[in-house]
């Protein structure tokens, strides 16, 4: 399988590329080929230069091809319609077409390359995999070597050469002191990360501890699995505040240096991955899954609501587009909402004030409303594509779309809240709280380590560090529910 490097939009938002020049003879065959696969009329195509981009529509829908034979490129649309079926298909140079916007994961197929996004299973790839929409700011981005640098590498050895000490022995007593010893090296290793504490340092390596498994086979750390690209699992991360107006990302492989700030960070992507596809009894088990990230940093809620509304202003940069397109680009395949954002809303606008709890809570409301329409839009279009009868729809309203909240954590909850006389959790962790219990009974709220008592808070670091990163997709993929 190959995946977006210089083609499409890349994981940074780099323009594509074009490819190299071709001799005539090249540019024939695959012309011929693009005629003879895609039923394209020869009349009319225009003659070929370098790259290209077959251009068509099916009720305004675009489904985005990517075609590869040699250093030769077409980007197209392939659809399933009369258009499509007329060859009503016309070819254009790509620096005189519309950049599409819609890239993703890529496969290949007897010498040609195939994204997965067209109608067809793309060989068993990731055409149709469940995925997941995860957006918001810097937290969501996921910036883990921040608070230490080093930190997730350091812990992952420590855990796999002390592996035979973690899971060997049967005598209770010997294994209750090996584990104390072990969980003492795991708590120093945590307090000299930013932001945290003895207490907390010593909650992390409990969690750290039990990540481990019993068994190297049941293990969500084993350096053999986490740090490699994923066999099965893929992320796409869109950083709209980026140069060049990027469209949706490509789907790459979920490693520890994929789908993070500046590729070298993770986010909640990296253990929720590892850790929900090893849940019993939840329709996912043993599946491959896609996490589809939009998110940029320092962000306020009403940049990220759809515009247009009279009682919902919103401010520019708005990133709603990017939300929206993301959602149409997975074809039907995002089968929940994962929301981690607020930081700056706790700012605004003085450093001592705070959007108030009943004004991010009417925008959280409708920012929800708005995705879930467009999920289920999209689902429906895929539900029809597929022949599936609408008693059989995963989704029989918008309603039925989970949505999971990822509270904004310790640093504000009991930091940043408390200045100036101010209370704990402070209004916006407020408001978070306040949607999941009275608004929306299929929504869930993941703790991220605001609490009064110290020895249950992760990372107090702005940005969390390593090990709170890999608490918190764990503890996302617990409380991450769908109906597959």
């Excluded at 490097?5 to 024939?28: H, T």
């Excluded at 700011?137 to 997730?152: D, E, H, T, V």
């Excluded at 505040?241 to 986010?267: K, W």
Aim: with cysteine; charged share 25%; hydrophobic share 30%.
């Amino acid at each position: 399988m190959g995946y977006c490097n210089s083609i499409g939009a890349s994981r940074n938002g780099d323009s594509r590329k074009g490819g190299s020049s071709v001799s005539s003879p090249s540019r024939a065959m695959l012309l011929w080929m693009l005629t003879t696969i895609l039923n394209l009329n020869p009349a009319s195509a225009k003659p070929l230069t370098d790259n290209y981009l077959a251009n068509s529509y099916d009720n305004d829908e675009w489904v985005d091809t990517f075609l590869s034979i040699g250093n030769d490129s077409v980007f197209g649309s392939k659809i399933v319609g009369s258009d499509f079926e007329r060859g009503n298909v016309e070819i254009f140079p790509t620096n005189s077409a519309p950049t599409p916007k819609r890239c993703r994961t890529i496969c290949s197929s007897g010498g040609l390359v195939l994204a997965a996004n067209t109608l067809e299973d793309c060989n068993g790839t990731t055409a149709d995999i469940p995925r997941f929409l995860f957006a918001g700011q810097s937290n969501m981005i996921g910036y883990s070597n921040q608070a230490k640098g080093g930190l997730f590498n350091e812990t992952i050895s420590f855990v796999n050469e002390r592996w035979g000490e973690i899971t060997g022995g049967k005598k209770k007593r010997r294994k209750r002191k090996r584990k104390k010893i072990i969980l003492a090296n795991l708590t120093e290793a945590f307090r000299t990360s930013k932001g945290t504490t003895n207490s907390s340092s010593e909650a992390m390596a409990d969690k750290i501890w039990k990540l481990a498994g019993s068994k190297k086979r049941k293990s969500v750390l084993n350096n053999e699995t986490i740090t490699v690209p994923h066999p099965k699992n893929v992320c796409s991360f869109t950083d709209p505040s980026l140069e060049g107006n990027p469209p949706p990302a490509c789907e790459v492989p979920i490693s520890p240096t994929s789908c993070g700030s500046e590729s070298e960070n993770y986010g909640l992507e990296l253990m929720f991955s590892q850790k929900f596809p090893k849940l019993k009894n939840t329709g996912y088990t043993k599946k491959p899954i896609g996490i589809t990230k939009v998110a940029v940093g320092g962000t306020l809620i009403d940049q990220w609501v759809k515009p247009g509304t009279a009682n919902f202003p919103t401010q520019e940069p708005n990133y709603w587009e990017y939300l929206h397109e993301a959602i149409y680009a997975d074809h039907g395949t995002i089968e929940a909402f994962v929301w981690f954002q607020g930081e700056n809303d706790h700012f605004n606008p003085k450093p001592d004030e705070e959007t108030p709890q009943a004004i991010y809570l009417e925008y959280l409301k409708k920012l929800v409303s708005d995705v879930r329409h467009d999920i289920y839009e999209a689902y429906q279009q895929k539900r029809k594509r597929d022949g599936i009868p609408l008693e059989d729809s995963l989704f029989a309203t918008k309603e039925d779309i989970p949505v999971v909240i990822m509270e904004l954590g310790c640093w504000i909850g009991n930091g940043i809240a408390l200045r100036n006389g101010g209370e704990s959790p402070g209004n916006i962790i407020r408001a978070q709280r306040q949607y999941v219990d009275e608004v929306d009974d299929n929504s869930i709220l993941v703790n991220t380590g605001t609490s009064d008592i110290e020895s249950e808070r992760l990372s107090c670091f702005y940005h969390f560090d390593a090990a709170s990163h890999l608490i918190m997709g764990a503890e996302l993929a617990k409380n991450t529910t769908s109906s597959p």
